[in-house]
């Protein structure tokens, strides 16, 4: 288990002793009514060992797809009862980490309800027949599908609750959830990108051996999973870029022109949605800061620029994204990437039209690729949008900075894509 790993457990156990023992009478009235928050079987899944998987690993699954049909069957069981032992640990972990919370948090209606959904599909994964048959695996992935989608607004619930426990008097002030969310995220991008990785792995299967599939597959042939091998970079930055200025038209009235410089030929091996989301959220800020900044000064709309460059000895490729909007100050750029923090001022919207409005939370891959687009997200607001981007970044070795030009004078923002070798680790244990 990694330190880091073993130090977020540990911190759990002993917050959870000490919740124990000096809770008082109406606290434990409170917790009594979450599901399982004195359960023990939580404390020792969470104690299990976690196991990773690297993308070359996973190709195997993947190309057996293309073999007989026993020999496929038997990788697809096998892909299911990884899944059915990987995800109940990983759940329990974080459900130990959602008890650690202060009990500001744990009692409001938004982090509960998080804890509610995550304890249900712990407890519905490990009380699933081991997949020993494909009726079995169908079962699995069916359920998995499911909990995919009804987990797909886990990340909005967390930024409404966050900034409700903040907007406390006093308490509110005192509050440093950023370790916390980080942990949460990133295991939960591991999470479906596991579940999400299977259940591309069902359909393939599926597809090829029970209608008809042949050895050439086409474009499929690009995927590993959820992983597209021959990713083509210029194309996603201009479907990025057209999400990110119709979302600044709809909001503002008007979006400046993005321009980018990319070869036509670049090639990356990534999680599509990923890249998609990243490059849609800031996008979607050098918008608004350019629009803001052309009617603070009467002036015309400046374009916004994205500039690619491959570092092939790093394996990155790298994209520098310049506007010249109303920039950051800057002590601001380290708040940027606060959980919550944002520049935007906008009216305050009632939550279920929020949680309609913005449908998923970025948190999903392939089967929720359409949440993802940011097709209905609201321009800004949440103050989840860099930090989280920041977060898709670092999972696979990447990373994503902000360097102020100065007020008035615009942003640059470095984003750092790592392209994924044979020997990227899919699953990092949290």
């Not at 202060?102 to 009380?127: C, D, G, M, Q």
């Not at 591991?190 to 029970?210: D, G």
Request: proline fraction near 3%; include cysteine; charge should be neutral.
């Amino acid at each position: 288990m990694a330190a880091h790993g073993r130090r977020s457990l540990v911190t759990a156990l002993q917050h959870t002793v000490l919740r124990r023992t000096f809770q008082t009478s109406s606290e434990a009235g409170v917790l009594q009514r979450l599901p399982s928050f004195y359960e023990s079987t939580i404390e020792e899944y969470a104690q299990r060992e976690q196991h990773g998987m690297t993308l070359g690993q996973l190709k195997k699954f993947g190309k057996s797809r293309f073999a007989d049909k026993d020999k496929a069957t038997k990788r697809l069981l096998q892909s299911a009862r990884f899944v059915q032992r990987e995800l109940p640990i990983r759940l329990a972990r974080r459900l130990m980490d959602l008890q650690a919370l202060p009990h500001i948090f744990v009692t409001n209606p938004h982090i509960s309800s998080v804890y509610e959904s995550y304890w249900s599909a712990f407890e519905e994964l490990r009380l699933l027949p081991e997949s020993r048959t494909l009726d079995d695996e169908a079962t699995l992935s069916s359920v998995l599908e499911r909990l995919v989608e009804d987990h797909s607004a886990v990340i909005t619930r967390l930024a409404i609750g966050l900034r409700e426990v903040r907007e406390k008097p006093i308490v509110g002030r005192m509050i440093d959830m950023d370790r916390f969310l980080d942990d949460m995220l990133t295991s939960r991008v591991a999470r479906r990108i596991l579940a999400e990785n299977h259940i591309a792995f069902h359909r393939a299967v599926k597809a090829h051996h029970q209608e008809g599939g042949s050895d050439d597959d086409g474009d499929d042939d690009d995927f590993v999973g959820v992983v597209n091998t021959r990713l083509r970079v210029k194309a996603a930055i201009e479907s990025a870029a057209e999400q990110a200025t119709d979302a600044c038209a709809r909001a503002l009235g008007e979006a400046p022109r993005i321009e980018v410089s990319c070869s036509d030929s670049l090639l990356l091996s990534y999680v599509p949605v990923h890249l998609h989301y990243v490059l849609v959220e800031v996008l979607k800020n050098s918008c608004r800061a350019t629009v803001e900044q052309a009617r603070n000064e009467r002036g015309k709309l400046a374009p916004v620029e994205v500039r690619v460059r491959k570092d092939k000895a790093q394996g990155i490729t790298n994209m520098l994204v310049l506007d010249e909007g109303s920039g950051l100050r800057e002590d601001e750029v380290d708040r940027a990437f606060t959980y919550g923090w944002t520049t935007a001022i906008q009216p305050r919207p009632r939550q279920s039209s929020m949680l309609d409005a913005i449908g998923g939370d970025g948190g999903g891959v392939g089967t929720n690729a359409a949440l993802l687009s940011g097709d209905e997200a609201p321009l800004a607001g949440l103050g989840f949008g860099l930090p989280l981007s920041r977060l898709y970044c670092r999972y696979f070795g990447g990373d994503l900075k902000v360097l102020p030009v100065g007020l008035e004078c615009g942003t640059a923002a470095l984003i750092r894509f790592r392209h994924l070798s044979s020997d990227t680790q899919l699953y990092a244990p949290l």
